[in-house]
């Protein structure tokens, strides 16, 4: 089983600011070997995947609505995935979740962001 533990949330005006951080650990799990991604649920929405970066690092794709916004990146030595957000809008409020690509049933407590002025 693989644990994810997500911090770095916070409350943020629009237009700011937030890095996230993901650390996925487990037995004989290896990190580098997965394409991770940064998932969303808002207050009455189902979750959804926001981001994906390739084990390698050489694909990411995003949802149109976080397109030139977000940064998804990774550190493999680290078993940490990040999300840089920037220009954040009041529609970006939601727990953040990290999970692997197709997700497994376990997920981690997610780190809540809130953009209000």
């Known amino acids: 089983q693989v644990q994810f533990v997500e911090s770095g949330g916070g409350l943020v005006q629009p237009g700011g600011s937030l890095r996230l951080s993901c650390t996925a650990s487990?037995?004989?799990?290896?990190?580098?070997?997965?394409?991770m991604g940064w998932y969303r649920q808002a207050p009455g929405k189902q979750r959804e995947l926001v981001a994906r970066i390739t084990s390698s690092r050489a694909l990411t794709i995003y949802i149109d609505s976080v397109k030139g916004r977000f940064t998804i990146f990774r550190d493999n030595a680290k078993n940490t995935v990040y999300l840089q957000m920037d220009s954040l809008k009041p529609e970006d409020t939601a727990v953040y979740y990290c999970n692997l690509i197709p997700s497994r049933d376990s997920w981690g407590q997610g780190t809540q962001v809130t953009v209000s002025s």
């Open positions: 487990g037995t004989s799990f290896i990190f580098s070997r997965y394409t």
